[in-house]
């Protein structure tokens, strides 16, 4: 279906109004911009075994989420259209060199760049190529849904908060003591209208971290 289609309109469980808002949807009265929650695979083939269910890789499972998928998806998680196009510049990282515990602040603007009115969801997802222990891919770090007019753009202010690029340290002895930890070393930021590889006009930074600290100590320092 997909290869024959000008677009699929996933409804979920739509309720009583539903035909009400699939019709406004599919005759224009309104500009759709939902992202799928989940990766659509391309075949069964692409699933995990029954009964393997590990988020986590492990020896009997390699993950499971979009944060540890290497494939190519039908629609990877956070994808979807509308009828307008929008275009991500000027990133700006409120430092290069943050503390384990620093918030990172992004600045971006998001411009509407089509003829209708719409909702973006502009999505912050980050990488951290150099991390001592296995590590998701890539993650959805922060994420804000903005209404443009046509030919205006937004200046977005966003925030990656310490636990969102933690590591978990596991002492393979008790899965119950294994701490959440920020640690040091380069962690690189996209932000785009869904995952990077899938992306193609994102805009991008990296950041160097100079410090490693625990997640709970970061929140204590931030009272959260």
Request: net charge negative.
């Amino acid at each position: 279906v997909a290869q024959d289609a000008d677009a699929i309109l996933d409804a979920w469980y739509p309720g009583m109004k539903g035909g009400y808002a699939i019709s406004d949807a599919i005759f224009g009265t309104y500009n759709p911009s939902g992202r799928s929650p989940v990766t659509h695979y391309t075949s069964t083939s692409e699933l995990p075994p029954p009964g393997v269910m590990d988020l986590y890789p492990s020896n009997s499972s390699k993950g499971l989420t979009y944060r540890y998928y290497k494939g190519n998806p039908l629609f990877p998680f956070g994808y979807g259209i509308s009828y307008t196009t929008f275009n991500y510049s000027d990133l700006v990282v409120n430092t290069s060199t943050p503390l384990a515990c620093d918030h990172i602040g992004l600045n971006v603007t998001v411009a509407n760049t089509g003829k209708n009115e719409g909702s973006e969801v502009v999505q912050v997802y980050a990488k951290q190529p150099h991390a001592s222990v296995n590590v998701p891919q890539v993650r959805l770090v922060d994420f804000e849904r903005v209404s443009i007019p046509p030919n205006q753009s937004r200046i977005l202010q966003l925030v990656i908060r310490p636990r969102w690029h933690s590591v978990v340290i596991d002492n393979g002895t008790d899965i119950y003591t294994a701490q959440l930890v920020v640690e040091e070393g380069p962690l690189e930021i996209f932000v785009g209208g869904g995952q990077p590889d899938f992306y193609p006009g994102h805009v991008q930074a990296m950041v160097n971290v100079k410090s490693t600290e625990g997640v709970e100590t970061c929140e204590s320092m931030h009272g959260s």
